[in-house]
């Protein structure tokens, strides 16, 4: 194992030009500015005899069983993390031949791990513990430098063909409510827009869904990172409520040579005078407005 360990290959750079969001309201266009991002900005964090948690932060505070004599890079793991918010994590920033070590992977991110060659040690926290190094990511806008190796490793060699699917977020993790959830998913469908669920499906047959997509209708930020499994030309259509739209999406999309365009559902709101949609878990919700979808479906360049 290097000695410097917070070493990193060279920072990738893509300068995001200024873009015309689809849908939204008459002041949808304010929300296109420009922005310069790097990877670089994603650095490891290095503490001695420090305390990692199993929700993958870390202190040089608190109780903790006697200190073990390992290093560590501590993860974001387990149920309540994405496949593709893992793998942008601290998965990307991990330096060669480092331990890992977090919450109980998810059968998702374990497959992963191993198509990666980083899960043989890993330690699985139920409590936090106290190690003799601990590296960790910290918290960055885009991936760690690693996000390309880690892409070229899960991709799949299966031919991109006119095929569609959509990324909906799952009620249990969504920022805000999806008032038309089934609506959306009913259209989505009538249209041959396959609506696949992540955490489901086996890795490679994941790999194999999205390297074939022509287009991916994402909505869910969370899996901003599958797209990096997508054919270089593929087409990316984000829908993001108004004034929340984030850069991952957009910064992966020029790295990887995707082609990305925003489309903006309503900004989100709370129903005073209603009750809140069927199965919601958090108050503020906002819609997709189906038929400007639609419109912008049928002509994505």
């Given at each position: 194992?290097?000695?410097?360990?917070?070493?990193?290959?060279?920072?990738?750079?893509?300068?995001?030009?200024?873009?015309?969001?689809?849908?939204?309201?008459?002041?949808?266009?304010?929300?296109?500015?420009?922005?310069?991002?790097?990877?670089?900005?994603?650095?490891?964090?290095?503490?001695?005899?420090?305390?990692?948690?199993?929700?993958?932060?870390?202190?040089?505070?608190?109780?903790?069983p006697d200190m073990?004599?390992?290093?560590?890079?501590?993860?974001?793991?387990?149920?309540?993390?994405?496949?593709?918010?893992?793998?942008?994590?601290?998965?990307?920033?991990?330096?060669?031949?480092?331990?890992?070590?977090?919450?109980?992977?998810?059968?998702?991110?374990?497959?992963?791990?191993?198509?990666?060659?980083?899960?043989?040690?890993?330690?699985?926290?139920?409590?936090?513990?106290?190690?003799?190094?601990?590296?960790?990511?910290?918290?960055?806008?885009?991936?760690?430098?690693?996000?390309?190796?880690?892409?070229?490793?899960?991709?799949?060699?299966?031919?991109?063909?006119?095929?569609?699917?959509?990324?909906?977020?799952?009620?249990?993790?969504?920022?805000?409510?999806?008032?038309?959830?089934?609506?959306?998913?009913?259209?989505?469908?009538?249209?041959?827009?396959?609506?696949?669920?992540?955490?489901?499906?086996?890795?490679?047959?994941?790999?194999?869904?999205?390297?074939?997509?022509?287009t991916v209708v994402?909505?869910?930020?969370?899996?901003?990172?599958?797209?990096?499994?997508?054919?270089?030309?593929?087409?990316?259509?984000?829908?993001?409520?108004?004034?929340?739209?984030?850069?991952?999406?957009?910064?992966?999309?020029?790295?990887?040579?995707?082609?990305?365009?925003?489309?903006?559902?309503?900004?989100?709101?709370?129903?005073?005078?209603?009750?809140?949609?069927?199965?919601?878990?958090?108050?503020?919700?906002?819609?997709?407005?189906?038929?400007?979808?639609?419109?912008?479906?049928?002509?994505?360049?």
């Amino acid at each position: 194992m290097p000695d410097d360990l917070t070493s990193s290959p060279p920072p990738v750079r893509a300068t995001l030009v200024p873009f015309t969001p689809r849908g939204g309201s008459k002041w949808a266009h304010r929300f296109g500015w420009a922005k310069t991002v790097s990877v670089g900005g994603a650095d490891v964090v290095r503490l001695e005899s420090a305390v990692a948690r199993p929700d993958g932060t870390v202190t040089q505070d608190g109780p903790a069983p006697d200190m073990r004599d390992e290093i560590v890079f501590t993860l974001s793991a387990g149920e309540i993390v994405s496949l593709g918010r893992f793998l942008l994590g601290g998965l990307a920033s991990v330096p060669p031949g480092t331990i890992c070590c977090g919450a109980a992977l998810t059968a998702r991110q374990a497959e992963a791990m191993r198509k990666l060659g980083v899960f043989a040690g890993y330690i699985t926290l139920s409590a936090p513990a106290r190690f003799r190094t601990v590296l960790a990511a910290a918290p960055a806008d885009v991936p760690g430098p690693h996000i390309k190796g880690i892409a070229e490793r899960l991709r799949s060699n299966t031919p991109k063909t006119d095929a569609a699917v959509a990324i909906l977020p799952p009620r249990e993790t969504e920022r805000f409510a999806l008032t038309n959830r089934a609506s959306l998913t009913a259209w989505l469908r009538a249209r041959k827009i396959t609506v696949i669920e992540p955490e489901t499906m086996q890795l490679d047959a994941l790999a194999d869904c999205l390297a074939a997509a022509g287009t991916v209708v994402l909505a869910d930020p969370e899996q901003s990172g599958l797209i990096t499994l997508c054919s270089p030309g593929a087409k990316i259509l984000e829908i993001a409520p108004e004034g929340w739209l984030g850069v991952q999406a957009r910064w992966l999309a020029e790295v990887f040579g995707l082609r990305w365009t925003a489309f903006f559902a309503a900004a989100p709101g709370y129903p005073l005078l209603g009750d809140l949609p069927f199965g919601a878990l958090v108050p503020l919700s906002y819609d997709v407005p189906i038929r400007a979808l639609g419109k912008t479906l049928d002509t994505l360049d």
